[in-house]
């Protein structure tokens, strides 16, 4: 199965395996920039993607089908000059263990993206300072990615690759940079790695393991034991927002989540069906319409 099994026996294998971690598509949306050489644009993409792509981030070695499918849509807000406002849409997924299926891990949208980008300019990241917005956030999100991605097969396996975000937080808060600053909103780059190695949100992370490997991964085994798992694991979710209103993980949790819990529990017992729902519209009223559509299905 997977990385998983990479994670506990990398230096095994690490002679036979050597892909980079991330399969990154990127996408440039410029449509609201008028009178721009449209070009720049096009350069940007291919060297956001190498960048993303051609970096190894970690000391582990993937091979080549299992590195991490991931997005990255940038929409362009306004260019001068060399300057560019824009925000970024980050999605990243893995597949569930015996099917075809593919469970979405992260989608987070970070709307304080402003970076200074010459055409042709050569994307490089020094690890001890920060020289670039630009190349700061991509390697942020590639830390975040990765680590999403280990804590879903290894119980907070990703920790060491969100302490290495955490470092670049900490470097770019030394920077003035917008984005990177405690207080400064509670959904930016600062509030999500906080949230993610504090240690009020470690029942969370466990949670995210079991509800890949002990309840998505196992839907093709035993289906009602596995949804079990996942129910058995909600009310962590409801625990960690009450503590933490709003907090940035759980509700980045559930704009990944929400349309697959609806499946999920689609086919489950009366009584999980309600319990499901009543957890979710208590942790996100917003969504409380689409939850019961959960009550309805048969």
């Known amino acids: 199965m997977k990385h998983w099994l990479l994670i506990l026996n990398f230096v095994l294998f690490a002679g036979f395996l050597h892909a ?30 190498e960048f993303m792509n051609n970096r190894k981030w970690t ?7 299992e590195r991490i499918e991931c997005t990255l849509n940038i929409i362009i807000k306004k260019v001068d000059g060399d300057a560019f406002t824009s925000e970024i849409q980050i999605q990243s997924r893995r597949p569930v263990y015996n099917s075809t299926y593919y469970t979405t891990l992260f989608n987070f949208k970070d709307i304080n993206f402003v970076f200074n980008y010459k055409e042709f300019d050569q994307l490089e990241m020094n690890q001890n300072t920060i020289s670039s917005n630009l190349t700061a956030v991509l390697a942020y999100y590639a830390y975040i990615i990765i680590g999403y991605d280990l804590d879903s097969y290894s119980r907070l396996g990703g920790t060491s690759s969100f302490q290495a975000a955490e470092s670049i937080v900490n470097l770019a808060q030394g920077a003035n940079l917008v984005g990177w600053k405690a207080f400064e909103s509670t959904k930016n780059r600062y509030a999500l790695i906080n949230n993610l190695l504090d240690e009020a949100f470690k029942k969370y992370r466990n949670y995210f393991y079991e509800y890949h490997r002990l309840g998505l991964d196992e839907m093709s085994t035993n289906s009602t034991n596995a949804r079990a798992r996942i129910a058995e694991g909600l009310p ?15 509700s980045s949790f559930l704009d990944a989540k929400n349309d697959e819990l609806i499946n999920v529990f689609s086919k489950a017992t009366t009584q999980e069906k309600a319990d499901a729902v009543q957890i979710l519209s208590d942790v996100n009223p917003t969504q409380t319409t689409k939850y019961e559509a959960i009550l309805k299905q048969f």
């Open 59 to 65: 000391e582990l070695s993937f091979a080549n089908e």
């Open 20 to 49: 980079q971690e991330l399969n990154c598509t990127v996408q440039i949306n410029s449509d609201q920039i008028q009178g721009t050489n449209k070009s720049v644009f096009n350069t940007l993409t291919k060297s956001v993607t």
């Open 236 to 250: 962590i979710l409801r625990e960690t927002n009450r503590a933490t209103p709003s907090a940035i993980v759980i």
